[in-house]
Antibody, heavy 117, light 107 residues
C-alpha cells in the first residue's frame, strides 16, 4: 500500500525558511512525478510545485505565488521529496500536501506551516 | 492560466438523490481532469481520473464524464458518507488549477 508522510511543518516568523519532507513507501517512487499542494485555513486547494521523474529529466515547475522562493527536489535513493521554502510570508500559512502516483492518486496527510510573528 | 469554474459552490440533497457537479475550463484541457473528495481535516481522495475513470476502490455510484472544457461529476444515489467538499483539478498544463470546490451536505 502506498504511503506518503509529510513532515517539517512548524510555526515560523516571516522571512524565515523551512524545509518540508515527503517520505514515501509502497510504490516505485522513482517512476513518478511529485507535486506539492497547499490549503490555507478555510480555503480551497492550490497547486504550488512539481518535479518530474528522473527518466523525464527531473525538471520542475512552480506556481507564480512561490516561484523564486520555494524549491522542490527529490532523492530517489531514499524515496523522499523535499520542498525548501525561503522568505516565508504570512500568506504561506497552510496545510501542505505532497502527492504522487500516475494520476496523483497518492496523498500524504499534510503538514501545517504557520507563518506569523 | 486555465481557470476552472466549478458549480454549484454548495449543495444540499437527500439520501438517494442523484447529484451533479460541474467544472468548466477556460480553455480546452483534453481529458486531464481529476475529481477529489475532501472531508474536514483530511487529505483529498481521488475519485475520478482522466475525466471519466473510476479510481480503484471508489464506489460505483461516482462517475465522471466530459472532455475539452466541460466536465461533470455525478453521484447516482447519495449516501450519508458522501458529505464532503468536492474539487476538480486540471493537470493539462501548468499551473495546475482547481475548481473552487463544492460543499455537499445531506438534508
Amino acid at each position: 500500500e502506498a504511503q506518503l508522510v509529510e513532515s517539517g511543518g512548524d510555526l515560523v516568523q516571516p522571512g524565515r525558511s523551512l524545509r518540508l519532507s515527503c517520505t514515501t513507501s509502497g510504490f516505485n517512487f522513482g517512476d513518478y512525478a511529485v507535486s506539492w499542494f497547499r490549503q490555507a485555513p478555510g480555503k480551497g486547494l492550490e497547486w504550488i510545485s512539481f518535479i518530474r521523474s528522473k527518466p523525464y529529466g527531473g525538471t520542475t515547475n512552480y506556481a507564480a505565488s512561490v516561484k523564486g522562493r520555494f524549491t522542490i527536489s527529490r532523492d530517489d535513493s531514499k524515496s523522499i521529496a523535499y520542498l525548501q521554502m525561503n522568505s516565508l510570508e504570512t500568506e504561506d500559512t497552510a496545510v501542505y500536501y505532497c502527492s504522487s502516483g500516475r494520476f496523483y492518486t497518492f496523498w500524504g496527510q499534510g503538514t501545517l506551516v504557520t507563518v506569523s510573528s | 492560466d486555465i481557470q476552472m469554474t466549478q458549480s454549484p459552490s454548495s449543495l444540499s440533497a437527500s439520501e438517494g438523490d442523484r447529484v451533479t457537479i460541474t467544472c468548466q475550463a477556460s480553455q480546452g484541457i483534453r481529458n486531464y481532469l481529476n475529481w477529489y473528495q475532501q472531508k474536514p481535516g483530511r487529505a483529498p481522495v481521488l475519485l475520478i481520473y482522466d475525466a471519466s475513470n473510476l479510481e480503484t476502490g471508489v464506489p460505483s455510484r461516482f462517475s465522471g464524464r466530459g472532455s475539452g472544457t466541460d466536465f461533470i461529476l455525478t453521484i447516482s444515489s447519495l449516501q450519508p458518507e458522501d458529505t464532503a467538499t468536492y474539487y476538480c483539478l486540471q493537470y493539462d498544463s501548468f499551473p495546475y488549477t482547481f475548481g473552487q470546490g463544492t460543499k455537499l451536505e445531506i438534508k
